[in-house]
C-alpha cells in the first residue's frame, strides 16, 4: 500500500474509509517509517484543513482543576484513590465562582470544570455551581469534565446549563482497557456514557493518551474507528507521562513525537474537531504547543486554578505552570501564537456545525 497525500481530499476520505488493519498501516507508516518531508506534509494537510474550516483562530477556553479527590483507580493516575501521597484538596463554589470572574475578566468565555470523580459534588452541589456561572457569565460556555455519572446526573447538568463535557475513552481496546484500569471500570459503560451525552445535547470530547503502557498500532487503530463511529465535537490526546506513585512509574521516558503526528491523523480523518495542544503535550516538549498547533490543534486551556492548589493536581510527574493565568503571561501565550501564525480567539468557540445539529434534531 502507498499512502499519498498529493490530495488531501482524498486522504481525508480515505481515512474515513479505511478499515482497520489500513489505519493500522497508515498509523505506523507515519510513527516509523516517514521521513521529515512526509512528515511536513502530513502537517500542511492537517493545517490546511483546519484554516478550511477555522480560519487561524486558536480557541482559549479557562481551566478549572476544582477537586483533586477521587474514588476511582486508574492505574496510570497520580490522583487515584489509592495514592496515599497524593495531596488532596477542594474549592468551594464561591472559589470556583471567583476564578471564574478573573478568568471573565481577562477575556475567556469558556470555563472547564474538571475534577477526578469526587462523590462530594452531587448533582445537586454541581447543578448549583453550573447555574450561578451561567447566571452570571449568560455569554459564556460551561464544560465539564467530572467522570461517568447516571444518564439523570447528566441530564441534571445539562438542564443547570453545562454546554460541553469532557470524558476521554482512554483506549477505544477492551483488553487494553482491562491493562490500564481495575474490573470496576469498563469500556463498556465508558462508551454509555459518551453516546448518552451525545444523545443528551452536549458537544462531547471524547480523547486517549498516547504512548499510553500496553498502546499498540492496533489499539489506536481500534481509538480512531471508535472516534469515527462517534463522532465526537471535541477530541483531547496527549503524551502519557509517568506518574511516581504509579505501576507505571519510570515505564518510558514520554516524548512529543507521536502526539503530533496523530493531532494531524485525527484532524485530516474529522476535519472540524476541535483539537487541544494539550498540558500534558508542553510538559514533554518545551515547544508542544506550538509544534501542536501547526499539527492541527486549535485549542488551548491555560490553568485558571488557584495558585495555591495547581501543584496539587498531580495527574502525572513534573506537570508544567506556565502562570498564563495572570495578565501577562496570558499576553505571552498570545504573542507566541500570533509568532506561529494563528489569531487567538477568546470567544465561546463552539463547533462549527452546532447550529446545524441543533436544526436537524
Ligand atoms: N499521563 C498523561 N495523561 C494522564 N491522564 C491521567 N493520567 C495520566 C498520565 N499519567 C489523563 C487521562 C485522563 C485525563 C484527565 O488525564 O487521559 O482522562
Ligand atoms: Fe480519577 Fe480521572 Fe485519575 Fe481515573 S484518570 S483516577 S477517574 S482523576
Not at 484554516?51 to 474514588?71: T, V, W
Request: net charge positive.
Amino acid at each position: 500500500m502507498k499512502l499519498s497525500l498529493n490530495n488531501t481530499g482524498d486522504f481525508s476520505r480515505w481515512l474515513n474509509c479505511a478499515d482497520k488493519k489500513e489505519l493500522c498501516y497508515a498509523i505506523r507508516y507515519f510513527c516509523e517509517d516517514a521521513d521529515a518531508e512526509e512528515q511536513s506534509a502530513l502537517r500542511l494537510s492537517a493545517n490546511r484543513l483546519q484554516q478550511k474550516y477555522y480560519g487561524k483562530r486558536i480557541y482559549f477556553r479557562g481551566l478549572l482543576e476544582f477537586s483533586s479527590c477521587c474514588k476511582n483507580n486508574c492505574y496510570y493516575c497520580g490522583l487515584r484513590k489509592s495514592n496515599g501521597s497524593a495531596t488532596r484538596y477542594r474549592l468551594t463554589g464561591k472559589e470556583i465562582l471567583d476564578c471564574c470572574q478573573a478568568g471573565y475578566l481577562l477575556g475567556f468565555r469558556t470555563f472547564v470544570l474538571q475534577s477526578g470523580e469526587d462523590r462530594y459534588f452531587t448533582d445537586a452541589r454541581l447543578c448549583c455551581i453550573v447555574s450561578a456561572i451561567k447566571e452570571r457569565f449568560p455569554d459564556c460556555a460551561v464544560t465539564l469534565s467530572v467522570g461517568e455519572r447516571s444518564r439523570e446526573s447528566y441530564q441534571a447538568l445539562f438542564a443547570s446549563g453545562a454546554d460541553r463535557y469532557l470524558l476521554r475513552h482512554e483506549t477505544a481496546d477492551e483488553e487494553h482497557y482491562g491493562k490500564l484500569h481495575p474490573k470496576e471500570l469498563s469500556l463498556q459503560n465508558r462508551k454509555r456514557c459518551l453516546y448518552t451525552l451525545k444523545d443528551i445535547g452536549y458537544q462531547v470530547g471524547a480523547g486517549f493518551m498516547v504512548d499510553s503502557p500496553y498502546q499498540t498500532y492496533e489499539t489506536l487503530a481500534e481509538d480512531f474507528l471508535f472516534l469515527r463511529e462517534l463522532e465526537p465535537h471535541m477530541i483531547g490526546i496527549g503524551p502519557f507521562i509517568p506518574h511516581k506513585d504509579t505501576r507505571f512509574a519510570g515505564f518510558y521516558h514520554p516524548s512529543s513525537q507521536h502526539t503530533l503526528i496523530l493531532l494531524s491523523l485525527i484532524r485530516i480523518m474529522l476535519p472540524k474537531v476541535l483539537l487541544p495542544a494539550t498540558t500534558a503535550l508542553s510538559t514533554v516538549d518545551p515547544l508542544g504547543r506550538e509544534k501542536g498547533l501547526k499539527a492541527g490543534a486549535n485549542v488551548v486551556m491555560p490553568n485558571l486554578s488557584p495558585a495555591a492548589h495547581r501543584k496539587d493536581y498531580a495527574i502525572y510527574d513534573n506537570k508544567v505552570y506556565t502562570g498564563e493565568e495572570a495578565a501577562e503571561g496570558l499576553s505571552c501565550l498570545s504573542h507566541q501564537i500570533v509568532s506561529a501564525g494563528f489569531t487567538p480567539d477568546f470567544s465561546r468557540g463552539d463547533y462549527i456545525d452546532l447550529q446545524k445539529e441543533s436544526r436537524s434534531k
